[in-house]
């Protein structure tokens, strides 16, 4: 299956836990600890392009932040099997790391405007009537996970294709500059 990218895995719902913001704690800390189970697993495996996902905790906490923002702080544990790029064979990945999001209230200038603007930073958001933690769980994972997984020592091996009764071109003679270095090193002797 293909992997999907962060914004694709926003959007879909695959694994939803979602926390209504005006039902959230203003003044303490609302903590979480999503621990999803196995049937939950094969969903987010299916939405990243894993293998499997063996073990998987998103564990946090949701803070008022300023008058009308939210931030949230959590870690991210998981041991994840992917395919080796090279080889197909399985390549376990151990992922343990801080997530966080600030979601920011527009203000009424960017409502009234039709556009909301942010500084670009990946861990900023709109803020909406609610937040899906699923969603920042299923992102963070498919960010933290390796692009092209390998297996320690697999190496892609030459592949030389041409019509029969010609030389196949090697990869040594492919490079542009082969043959001067070929003719410096014969001069040289």
Known sequence: ?????????KQTTG???IRVVRDLKDGGANRFELTPDATAR???TNQIGA?????????????AHNKSDWRLEATLGATVD???VVTAQKVTTRVDVPVIRLFQNPTDEELQGGEVEFDGEDE???LTEEIDLGAILSEALLLALP???RIEGAQLQESVFTEPGITPLGEAEAKPFAALAALRDKLQK
């Open 1 to 9: 299956m293909a992997k999907m990218t962060p914004e694709t895995a």
């Open 15 to 17: 694994y939803a836990e």
């Open 42 to 44: 094969v969903v987010i």
């Open 51 to 63: 293998i499997a996902i063996r073990k998987l905790r998103f564990k946090g906490e949701l803070r």
């Open 82 to 84: 992917q395919a080796c």
């Open 124 to 126: 900023i958001e709109p």
């Open 147 to 149: 692009d092209y997984p």
